[in-house]
C-alpha cells in the first residue's frame, strides 16, 4: 500500500473511496485511481455522472422492489409476461442473473435479503408481507422461490412455502445439483448427494 | 496413508521447511518451544485444516507476515495427492484457502483426503472434562470418514445458531420460523446420531479389545453413546421420529428459558469400566488406560471404514504415559503405516524409527534404527 504522507492527497482520498467497493483492494484501488489519471477528463467526467445518477434516479419498483427509473418497473408492466408465475428472489441483482438466462417469463419479486435471526433479519425486516398480500391480488398459480442453496436461502424457501401454500399456490424452488457440462468425476459429495436426492423421472 | 513430503512456509516459528518423512515411526526429540508441536500442528492443518492446538489461527502465521501455508504429498489408496492449505491474514481474522492437485477446492472436499488422528495431553483430560471435548473426538473421526456427516453437522450447527437467536429475539418467536429450523434440526440431527450410534458401537468392540488385553481381561471397558433424545432402536425412522417428538415437547421450556434444550448438540459418549462410570469412579490411571483405548478404537474404527490407516499424531504424549502405556498404546495401534511422534527424550524401547532432533526449526535427523535406545 501507498504511504499516505508520500502521494497527492487527492490520490489517496479517491484510492480510499474505490477500497471501500466489495472485491476491490487497495492494490487495485490504486491502479483504478492512475488509470483515471491517465485518461481524458470527459472520461471521468461520465464515470463521476454514471455513478451519481444511480444513486439519483434509480428506486425501488413499488411492486416488485426491484431496482427500477420508473415506477412501477418495466417487468411489471410488461403485458407479455406470464402473470401466473411469481419468482421470489433475495436480492434485485438476482434478476439481472435470471433475465440472461431467457428461460423465465414471469414476474418478479424481490426480498431484500434472506431471512437470518443471527444477523437481526426476521420476516419483518423482508418484504414478506408485501409478497403474501401480492399472492393475495395477483393470483399467481405457481410462487418459484430461488434463494440460493445456503443455509439462509433453504430457511427463507421453507418458511415461505408454509406461508404460500396454505393460500392455494402451487411453491416450487430451483433445483439443486450438477452443473451442465459438469462430470461426475469432479463433483464433491454433497453436490451429487443433492442431484440424487433430486433425481427426477424421464 | 501415508505423507511423502511436507513444506512449511511462514507457519509459526518455521520460516521455511522442507521435510522428507519416512513410512513407519517419525521421532522428533527436542527441548521445549523448539517447533515439535507446530511440525505435528502442521500436519494436522493438512489432514484437517484445523489446528489440534488453538482456535486462533492468526497464531499459526509467522509473525510479520501475512499469510501461512503448508504443503505436502501424500500416498493414499486411489494414488498420490498434493495438498495444501494456506492461513491467510485479514482485517476481520484470518481466511483460509485450501488445493487439491494445484486446484483449489471447497473446505467439505478437503477434508477426509489424508485422515489424521490426533493425540495430545490434553486428550487424558477427555473422560474428566466436559461432554464437548468428547462429542468433539465424535464429530473429528467422523467428518473426516464421512463428507456427509460433516455437511449434516453445519448444517445443523447453523440451524442451530439461527433457532438460539430465534429464542433470544422475542418472547413469542415466529411458530413457522420456529418450525423451519426445527424440521432442519430434525433432519440433519437424525443424521448425526444415527452415524454417532454406528460409531460408537465399532468404538466400542475395538476400545473393548485393547483394554482387554492390556488388563489381561481382569476389567471391562465399554462405550456407550449417550444421546440426548433415547430412542428405541437406530434407524433413521426411530430416531427422525423420537428427535420431533422431543422437540415438540420441549418447545414451551425453550420459548421460557430462550435457548434450544433439546438434540445431539448435548449427547455424550459414556466410558464405563465394569459398568460403572470412569468420570465418577474411576481412579487416575484407570481414566488414563481408558483414553487410550478410545484413540486407538478411533484410530482402528477410521481404518476399518475409509480401507487406509489414518496419519498418526502423538503430541508429547509418550511422556506423559508411563513405559508399559507407551508400548501398550503402540502395540494397540500396530497397523499404522506412518505416525509423528514428539517428546523431550527419546522413549525405551521404541519400534523401527527414524529420530529427528529439532532445536529452533530445524531438524537434524540422529538416527534410523532397528530399535531405538533412549539416548
Given at each position: 500500500?501507498?504511504?499516505?504522507?508520500?502521494?497527492?492527497?487527492?490520490?489517496a482520498?479517491?484510492?480510499?473511496?474505490?477500497?471501500?467497493?466489495?472485491?476491490?483492494?487497495?492494490?487495485?484501488?490504486?491502479?483504478?485511481?492512475f488509470?483515471?489519471?491517465?485518461?481524458?477528463?470527459?472520461?471521468a467526467?461520465s464515470?463521476?455522472?454514471?455513478?451519481?445518477?444511480?444513486?439519483?434516479r434509480v428506486r425501488?419498483?413499488?411492486?416488485?422492489?426491484?431496482?427500477?427509473?420508473?415506477?412501477?418497473?418495466?417487468?411489471?408492466?410488461?403485458?407479455?409476461?406470464?402473470?401466473?408465475?411469481?419468482?421470489?428472489?433475495?436480492?434485485a441483482?438476482?434478476?439481472y442473473?435470471?433475465?440472461?438466462?431467457?428461460?423465465?417469463?414471469?414476474?418478479?419479486?424481490?426480498?431484500?435479503?434472506?431471512?437470518?435471526?443471527?444477523?437481526?433479519?426476521?420476516?419483518?425486516?423482508l418484504?414478506?408481507?408485501?409478497?403474501?398480500?401480492?399472492?393475495?391480488s395477483?393470483?399467481?398459480?405457481?410462487?418459484?422461490?430461488?434463494?440460493?442453496?445456503?443455509?439462509?436461502?433453504e430457511?427463507?424457501?421453507?418458511?415461505?412455502?408454509?406461508l404460500l401454500?396454505?393460500?392455494?399456490?402451487?411453491?416450487?424452488?430451483?433445483a439443486?445439483?450438477?452443473?451442465?457440462?459438469?462430470?461426475?468425476?469432479?463433483?464433491?459429495e454433497?453436490?451429487l448427494a443433492?442431484?440424487?436426492?433430486?433425481?427426477?423421472?424421464? | 496413508?501415508?505423507?511423502?513430503?511436507?513444506?512449511?512456509?511462514?507457519?509459526?516459528?518455521?520460516?521455511a521447511?522442507?521435510?522428507?518423512?519416512?513410512?513407519?515411526?517419525?521421532?522428533?526429540?527436542?527441548?521445549?518451544?523448539?517447533?515439535?508441536?507446530?511440525?505435528?500442528?502442521?500436519?494436522?492443518?493438512?489432514?484437517?485444516?484445523?489446528?489440534?492446538?488453538?482456535?486462533?489461527?492468526a497464531?499459526l502465521?509467522?509473525?510479520?507476515?501475512q499469510?501461512?501455508?503448508?504443503?505436502?504429498?501424500?500416498?493414499?489408496?486411489?494414488?498420490?495427492?498434493?495438498?495444501?492449505?494456506?492461513?491467510?491474514?485479514?482485517?476481520?481474522?484470518?481466511?483460509?484457502?485450501?488445493?487439491?492437485n494445484?486446484?483449489?477446492?471447497?473446505?467439505a472436499?478437503?477434508?477426509?483426503t489424508?485422515?489424521?488422528?490426533?493425540?495430545?495431553p490434553?486428550?487424558?483430560?477427555?473422560i474428566a472434562?466436559?461432554?464437548?471435548?468428547r462429542?468433539?473426538?465424535l464429530?473429528?473421526?467422523?467428518?473426516?470418514?464421512?463428507?456427509?456427516?460433516?455437511?449434516?453437522?453445519?448444517?445443523?450447527?447453523?440451524?442451530?445458531?439461527?433457532?438460539?437467536a430465534?429464542?433470544?429475539?422475542?418472547?413469542e418467536?415466529?411458530?413457522?420460523?420456529?418450525?423451519?429450523?426445527?424440521?432442519?434440526?430434525?433432519?440433519?440431527?437424525?443424521?448425526?446420531?444415527?452415524?454417532?450410534?454406528?460409531?460408537v458401537?465399532?468404538?466400542n468392540a475395538?476400545?473393548?479389545?485393547?483394554h482387554?488385553?492390556?488388563?489381561?481381561?481382569r476389567?471391562t471397558?465399554?462405550?456407550?453413546?449417550?444421546?440426548?433424545?433415547?430412542?428405541?432402536?437406530?434407524?433413521g425412522?426411530?430416531?427422525?421420529?423420537?428427535?420431533a417428538?422431543?422437540?415438540?415437547a420441549?418447545?414451551a421450556?425453550?420459548?421460557?428459558?430462550?435457548?434450544?434444550?433439546a438434540?445431539?448438540?448435548?449427547?455424550?459418549?459414556?466410558?464405563?469400566?465394569?459398568?460403572?462410570?470412569?468420570?465418577?469412579?474411576?481412579?487416575?490411571?484407570?481414566q488414563?488406560?481408558?483414553?487410550?483405548?478410545?484413540?486407538?478404537?478411533?484410530?482402528?474404527v477410521?481404518?476399518?471404514?475409509?480401507?487406509?490407516?489414518?496419519?498418526?499424531?502423538?503430541d508429547?504424549?509418550?511422556?506423559?504415559?508411563?513405559?508399559d502405556?507407551a508400548?501398550?498404546?503402540?502395540?494397540?495401534?500396530?497397523?499404522?503405516e506412518?505416525a509423528?511422534?514428539?517428546?523431550?527424550?527419546?522413549?525405551?524401547?521404541?519400534p523401527?524409527?527414524?529420530?529427528?532432533?529439532?532445536?529452533?526449526?530445524?531438524?537434524?535427523?540422529?538416527?534410523?534404527?532397528?530399535?531405538?535406545?533412549?539416548?
Amino acid at each position: 500500500m501507498p504511504n499516505p504522507g508520500s502521494i497527492a492527497g487527492p490520490v489517496a482520498s479517491l484510492i480510499n473511496e474505490f477500497s471501500k467497493l466489495p472485491t476491490v483492494g487497495p492494490k487495485t484501488a490504486a491502479r483504478l485511481v492512475f488509470y483515471l489519471l491517465n485518461r481524458p477528463r470527459s472520461e471521468a467526467q461520465s464515470l463521476a455522472e454514471a455513478i451519481l445518477a444511480v444513486k439519483d434516479r434509480v428506486r425501488l419498483c413499488s411492486i416488485c422492489f426491484s431496482i427500477t427509473e420508473e415506477d412501477p418497473c418495466p417487468l411489471c408492466t410488461d403485458e407479455r409476461r406470464d402473470r401466473s408465475l411469481l419468482c421470489v428472489v433475495a436480492e434485485a441483482k438476482d434478476i439481472y442473473s435470471l433475465e440472461r438466462t431467457s428461460a423465465y417469463k414471469g414476474r418478479y419479486h424481490v426480498l431484500g435479503g434472506l431471512i437470518s435471526p443471527m444477523d437481526g433479519i426476521g420476516p419483518g425486516q423482508l418484504r414478506v408481507k408485501q409478497l403474501v398480500d401480492r399472492v393475495g391480488s395477483e393470483r399467481p398459480q405457481e410462487i418459484v422461490i430461488a434463494t440460493n442453496p445456503n443455509a439462509e436461502g433453504e430457511a427463507t424457501a421453507l418458511y415461505l412455502s408454509r406461508l404460500l401454500v396454505p393460500l392455494g399456490v402451487t411453491v416450487t424452488r430451483l433445483a439443486y445439483g450438477l452443473p451442465i457440462g459438469g462430470d461426475l468425476d469432479y463433483a464433491d459429495e454433497v453436490t451429487l448427494a443433492k442431484a440424487l436426492e433430486g433425481r427426477r423421472t424421464l | 496413508m501415508r505423507l511423502s513430503w511436507l513444506a512449511l512456509s511462514n507457519v509459526r516459528n518455521y520460516a521455511a521447511l522442507d521435510f522428507h518423512p519416512a513410512p513407519g515411526l517419525n521421532v522428533f526429540i527436542g527441548a521445549n518451544a523448539q517447533g515439535k508441536s507446530n511440525l505435528l500442528e502442521a500436519i494436522s492443518l493438512l489432514g484437517t485444516g484445523k489446528s489440534f492446538r488453538t482456535n486462533r489461527e492468526a497464531d499459526l502465521i509467522a509473525s510479520g507476515f501475512q499469510s501461512a501455508s503448508v504443503s505436502g504429498g501424500a500416498h493414499v489408496r486411489a494414488g498420490s495427492v498434493n495438498l495444501s492449505c494456506t492461513v491467510t491474514a485479514t482485517s476481520r481474522g484470518t481466511r483460509k484457502a485450501y488445493s487439491a492437485n494445484g486446484r483449489p477446492v471447497r473446505y467439505a472436499a478437503f477434508l477426509g483426503t489424508l485422515n489424521v488422528v490426533t493425540f495430545v495431553p490434553a486428550d487424558l483430560q477427555l473422560i474428566a472434562g466436559a461432554p464437548s471435548g468428547r462429542r468433539r473426538v465424535l464429530n473429528g473421526a467422523l467428518a473426516q470418514e464421512q463428507p456427509l456427516y460433516y455437511r449434516d453437522l453445519v448444517r445443523y450447527q447453523k440451524a442451530l445458531a439461527q433457532k438460539s437467536a430465534l429464542l433470544r429475539s422475542a418472547d413469542e418467536p415466529d411458530a413457522d420460523l420456529m418450525a423451519v429450523y426445527n424440521e432442519t434440526l430434525v433432519a440433519a440431527g437424525t443424521a448425526l446420531m444415527l452415524a454417532r450410534d454406528r460409531f460408537v458401537t465399532a468404538a466400542n468392540a475395538e476400545a473393548g479389545r485393547a483394554h482387554a488385553a492390556w488388563s489381561g481381561g481382569r476389567e471391562t471397558l465399554e462405550l456407550r453413546y449417550e444421546p440426548n433424545v433415547p430412542y428405541e432402536i437406530p434407524t433413521g425412522e426411530a430416531i427422525g421420529a423420537a428427535l420431533a417428538q422431543r422437540l415438540r415437547a420441549a418447545a414451551a421450556a425453550e420459548r421460557a428459558r430462550r435457548i434450544p434444550l433439546a438434540g445431539p448438540h448435548r449427547d455424550d459418549l459414556g466410558l464405563l469400566l465394569d459398568g460403572r462410570s470412569l468420570a465418577a469412579y474411576g481412579s487416575q490411571g484407570q481414566q488414563r488406560t481408558a483414553v487410550l483405548a478410545l484413540k486407538v478404537a478411533e484410530y482402528t474404527v477410521m481404518h476399518q471404514r475409509t480401507g487406509e490407516a489414518p496419519l498418526l499424531l502423538l503430541d508429547d504424549v509418550l511422556s506423559e504415559l508411563d513405559a508399559d502405556r507407551a508400548r501398550a498404546f503402540l502395540e494397540g495401534v500396530e497397523a499404522y503405516e506412518q505416525a509423528f511422534v514428539t517428546a523431550t527424550h527419546l522413549p525405551h524401547d521404541l519400534p523401527q524409527s527414524r529420530v529427528f532432533t529439532i532445536e529452533a526449526a530445524v531438524l537434524r535427523e540422529i538416527a534410523s534404527t532397528a530399535r531405538a535406545r533412549a539416548c
